[in-house]
Each structure stands twice: as structure tokens, then as C-alpha cells.
């Protein structure tokens, strides 16, 4: 019996032997039972809820493995069911595609096989448990946080202007033999709340947020350490349009105004508005960075603001219009890595024009260039109809996959026994069975003889399975299919670039990574160097990359020369 092992462990706080002991229970379980654990697929997640299978890649690839036409394995071993998925839905849609496939799913904890009888029921109780600990962990989490908000302690991490100091209890041991920590208090950090005060002050003066941010930017003052997201630390209006709201600068402890929310399709983690009441409010003026006056000062002009309505700009997928900007979300200044943004637009014609936010609103970048979305999608979409989908494109595409096959071969031959070796193991076997089939004719039946041939037979069928998964492969056949196959992919898109900005928006974000824009100049102006390419056949495989490189002109594709990397498209910039 050929086995994987799937492990996985919840978040950073958990050990990463936990890891190491998962599998090694499962292999004690296979070496109890003679099953073979195959090395290649024994895969796991690290820090990675249960709540969701989304973006659990290990779990995913062995389900895809399961799916092949020579399935590679027969068994998925796991320590228990939690390892698997905390969510019954999850977890029996899991086993049904594996059981499907002809994989059973085996926990070895709880000695639950899906192939058994009664392991349907078993497994459902068990999930709904595992489900359960999920509900009841968040509600002792979220209770206990609530009771350091309303001892006046702080329940979240790092605030600008404010240091994390931990209260220990001696009495206590926490973790690495220190004393636990019994919550966190806050202690003013006195350079930092100066810049608060001054950010408050310059805004009560009629300065706006991008204007501080620039001011603050250009005058070296340390930012807020930045989101994972963004590459750069720097101040910005939406930092500073959230510290202008934070009532903890004026003495006042707010929690729970949020609350985040699993979102069933992507498995991510969104933040979701609580309603006022469920607020929970505690004076600290201990906390107190901004007089009063100031404040109101500050509160007084934003509901001013609000009053007149100013001009509220729709990100990506923020409005209807907004979401048929095809290429939001795909773009990355050259010059400093921020993801190009809608940076201006609805004017008196309506142009909407891409830049870079790092330049538009902190004022740290020097890429001043702006393009107007129309002229930006129109050549983008003609350079990927002209250049990547073409014979010519294909045939490279081709190529590269025949090489990656061949290396695979390469490696599986390397793998354990060559076919050599196998088919001998085979003849020998096949002899042995001979002549215990012999030795039965003359003897009559006997237990003994009837016992080591059915060993023997199940050897041989393993071994034949063994040289099943080796055969060689017929090159020149797969290339032929491969080729119907990206020929058929290239037509579909081909026909997407054509299509409604609905659907062609979801093909971009399927088939182009990234677009790079850098700005260039030329006799005739500046542009916009594009580099980037196409996954014709979808994310994750070959790159094609746009060819040729041509300013004003119009595109002439030129072939010759092609590299793995991704060579360099131009487009005229029109401010």
C-alpha cells in the first residue's frame, strides 16, 4: 500500500516540531501495517488555520497528485482529523474527492479509515468537535481581550506614539521560563506623540492629508512601520486619516469596533463593522497626547468636509466603474515597486490616469508620469494579442514544457530503483510464485504454501505498480497533445481579449503576473518601459514574454533572439 502524509500546524505561537511529530506518527502507523511511505509526497503546511483549505498549498498539490491518470499513492495519512480541516463541509468535500480518485483517507489517532464502513459518521463527529474548539477559541479569545479593554490595558498591538509595556505576574511561569504576562499597558513614546500633536495641529491649520504626508516625508520624519503590502515606509493620507480619528490620542480607549470574518470563497480574514453598541469605551487619560481643543479643532474641520462632500475616490473594485479597470491591481512602478494606482480622473472630459501613489501622495518617488487608463488598456491589450499569441510564442512555450518533462523523467529515473533493478525484482518474484504454484499441485492444499503465495503475489503486484508509474514516456505524443492543448487555451483567450470588461478582467488576473512600468525619455518625450509577460495557459506555468521593444512606432513583432526572461514593450506616455 503506497502512502502520503499530509501535516499541518495552526499559527507561529505553535512549534514547528510539531511538524516533524505528525509525521512521524503517521510513518510508525504505515510500518505497523507494511505499508510503504512514498518520500516525495510527504507534504505539509506550516502556520496555516484549518478554518479554510484556501491557500494551503501542500494539501492541494497531493489532492491534484491524486487526481493523475497514474495516481501515485493509495493512502493519505494524517495524525487526526483537525490536521485535515476544522470545518465539516471542508473535510468531508476533502475525502469525497479523494475517495473519488480512489485515495482513502486514513487519521491515524483516532484509527479512522474513510474507507471503513462506519467512517462517514466518524468523521463528522469529529469534524464538527474540531469545528467547535475553532467557535470556542475565538470566543475565549475575543472574551479576554474585552477584559484587559475595560481594565484600561491594551488588547492589540502597536500604536504610533505609544510603547508596549508588558505587566508580568511573578507568580506565574510563561513561556521560556519568564514570568506570564498578565496584559500590556501603554506608556507614551515622547518623540512620536510630538509628531502626532504636530500632525493634528497642521491639519486644524487647513493643511490637507496629502500635503502633511509629503511635508513629513520630505522633511525625514520617521512613518509607522508599513503593512506587509507595501514596500516602502512612509507617511501617507490614509495612515494619517486614521490617526486624525483615533480617539486613544485624546485619552479614550475604543474596542471593538471591528470584527473580522472568514470569507467562505478565499478563506481570507476581512474586518466587518460591529454597530456602535457593541462598542466598548473606557476613559485613559494617562493616554493623552492631544489637548482637547486641538482635537475639537481637528473633528470640527472634518465635519465640516462632510458637510460639503468632498470627492470620494473609488479604488479597485470599490465601485462599478471601477471594477471594469482591467489592468488595477497588475501594475508596479519601476521605480520604487508600489502597485500603481487611479491617481487622478473625473474631471471635466473624465480621464481617469494611472501613477504612482509613492510620488502622488507621500511624495517619495520620482515617478511623475501619469497615462490615461484608455490608452494604457488599448496598447496593453493589442501588445499581448500581437505579440504573445502567435505560433511563434507557442513553439517557445512548447519547448519550455518538453524540457521541464524531460527533467522530471530525469529525476523520477534517479528515484529508488531503476527499471532495470524493477524488472528483475519482477522475474524473480514471478519464479518464486512458479514454484509455490508447483509445490501446491503436489503437495494438495496447504495453509502454509497458500499464506507465502498470497505474499508473494502482493509484492509483485506492488513491484508492478512500481514499474507502472516508470515507464517511459512518448515525448513526441505528449508534445502533440500539449500542443492541441495550448493551442486550444490561446484561442480561448484570444477570444477573452475581445470579450465584455467583466469577464476579461478575471482572464488578466489569471493570465498576466505583473506589468512593470518604468519611466523612460526619448527625442520625443518621455514613456512608460512595460516589462511583463503572459501565463498563456494560466498562473503557475511558462511564462511568454511580450517580445520586441518599439517607442512611437507601431508594434512589429521580432522573434529572434528569445531568452526565459522577459523582455521590454514601450508605450507612449500622454500627460
Request: hydrophobic residues 40%; glycine residues 2%; negative net charge.
Given at each position: 500500500m503506497r502512502c502520503a502524509i499530509y501535516a499541518r500546524y495552526s499559527s507561529d505561537l505553535q512549534r514547528e516540531s510539531s511538524i516533524e511529530d505528525q509525521i512521524r506518527k503517521c510513518?510508525?502507523?504505515?510500518?505497523?501495517?507494511?505499508?510503504?511511505?512514498?518520500?516525495?509526497?510527504?507534504?505539509?503546511?506550516r502556520a496555516i488555520s484549518g478554518a479554510s483549505v484556501a491557500g494551503r498549498y501542500a494539501l492541494e498539490w497531493l489532492v491534484s497528485e491524486a487526481k493523475k491518470k497514474l495516481r501515485p499513492f493509495d493512502r493519505l495519512l494524517v495524525d487526526d482529523t483537525s490536521r485535515l480541516a476544522r470545518s465539516v463541509p471542508d473535510a468531508l468535500n476533502l475525502i469525497d474527492r479523494l475517495q473519488f480518485q480512489g485515495v482513502s483517507v486514513v487519521a491515524v489517532s483516532q484509527g479512522i479509515d474513510s474507507q471503513q464502513k462506519s467512517a462517514r459518521t466518524l468523521l463528522t463527529v469529529h469534524s464538527m468537535m474540531d469545528e467547535q474548539y475553532l467557535i470556542d477559541l475565538a470566543h475565549k479569545v475575543h472574551r479576554g481581550q474585552e477584559g484587559r479593554a475595560r481594565l484600561g490595558l491594551n488588547p492589540g498591538g502597536r500604536c504610533y506614539g505609544y510603547i508596549n509595556v508588558p505587566i508580568?505576574?511573578?507568580s506565574r511561569k510563561g513561556k521560556y521560563g519568564r514570568p506570564a504576562v498578565m496584559g500590556v499597558d501603554l506608556e507614551i513614546h515622547q518623540e512620536e506623540a510630538a509628531v502626532v500633536r504636530r500632525i493634528f495641529k497642521m491639519y486644524a491649520d487647513g493643511l490637507g492629508l496629502g500635503a502633511i504626508a509629503k511635508r513629513l516625508n520630505q522633511e525625514g520624519v520617521p512613518a509607522p512601520q508599513p503593512p506587509r503590502t507595501r514596500p516602502l515606509r512612509a507617511w501617507c493620507p490614509s495612515s494619517i486619516h486614521e490617526m486624525l480619528r483615533n480617539e486613544r490620542y485624546r485619552g479614550v480607549q475604543v474596542w471593538g469596533r471591528t470584527k473580522k470574518e472568514r470569507n467562505p470563497d478565499t478563506g481570507k480574514k476581512v474586518s466587518r463593522q460591529r454597530p456602535p453598541s457593541d462598542w466598548v469605551r473606557v476613559e485613559a487619560p494617562k493616554?493623552?497626547?492631544?489637548?482637547?481643543?486641538?482635537?475639537?479643532?481637528?473633528?470640527?474641520?472634518?465635519a465640516q468636509k462632510n458637510r460639503i462632500g468632498a470627492a470620494r475616490c473609488g479604488g479597485m473594485s470599490r465601485t462599478e466603474k471601477s471594477r471594469t479597470y482591467l489592468f488595477s491591481g497588475l501594475l508596479r512602478c519601476g521605480v520604487c515597486g508600489s502597485n500603481m494606482v487611479?491617481?487622478?480622473g473625473q474631471g471635466r472630459r473624465g480621464y481617469v490616469k494611472y501613477g504612482c501613489p509613492s510620488h502622488r501622495y507621500r511624495g517619495i518617488c520620482s515617478n511623475k508620469l501619469t497615462i490615461r487608463r484608455d490608452r494604457l488598456e488599448g496598447q496593453l491589450l493589442a501588445?499581448?494579442?500581437?505579440?504573445?499569441?502567435?505560433?511563434?510564442?507557442?513553439?517557445?512555450?512548447?519547448?519550455?514544457f518538453q524540457q521541464e518533462l524531460q527533467k522530471r523523467l530525469a529525476n523520477i529515473q534517479k528515484q529508488g530503483k531503476?527499471?532495470?533493478?524493477?524488472?528483475k525484482e519482477r522475474s524473480e518474484l514471478q519464479a518464486k510464485a512458479k514454484r509455490v504454484t508447483e509445490a501446491i499441485a503436489e503437495a494438495g492444499h496447504s495453509p502454509a504454501l497458500l499464506a507465502q503465495l498470497s505474499s508473494i503475489e502482493s509484492e509483485l503486484a506492488h513491484v508492478e505498480r512500481r514499474i507502472d508509474a516508470r515507464k517511459p514516456v512518448d515525448l513526441n505524443v505528449t508534445v502533440a497533445e500539449m500542443r492541441d492543448f495550448v493551442s486550444q487555451k490561446m484561442s480561448q483567450l484570444r477570444d477573452l481579449l475581445r470579450n465584455d470588461p467583466g469577464t476579461l478582467k478575471g482572464a488578466l488576473m489569471k493570465h498576466v503576473p505583473q506589468l512593470v512600468l518604468t519611466p523612460v525619455e526619448t527625442p520625443t518625450g518621455p514613456v512608460f518601459d512595460v516589462t511583463g509577460g503572459v501565463e498563456l495557459v494560466g498562473r503557475g506555468d511558462d511564462v511568454m514574454p511580450l517580445v520586441a521593444r518599439d517607442g512611437i512606432e507601431p508594434p512589429t513583432p521580432a522573434f529572434s533572439g528569445l531568452r526565459d526572461q522577459s523582455l521590454t514593450d514601450t508605450f507612449l506616455v500622454v500627460s
Open positions: 510513518r510508525e502507523h504505515a510500518e505497523r501495517l507494511n505499508w510503504t511511505v512514498l518520500e516525495d509526497y510527504v507534504r505539509y503546511d508580568e505576574d511573578p493616554w493623552r497626547v492631544v489637548s482637547q481643543e486641538l482635537w475639537n479643532a481637528v473633528h470640527h474641520r472634518i487611479i491617481v487622478s501588445a499581448i494579442e500581437t505579440r504573445a499569441l502567435t505560433p511563434e510564442m507557442m513553439d517557445y512555450t512548447l519547448s519550455r531503476g527499471l532495470s533493478a524493477l524488472h
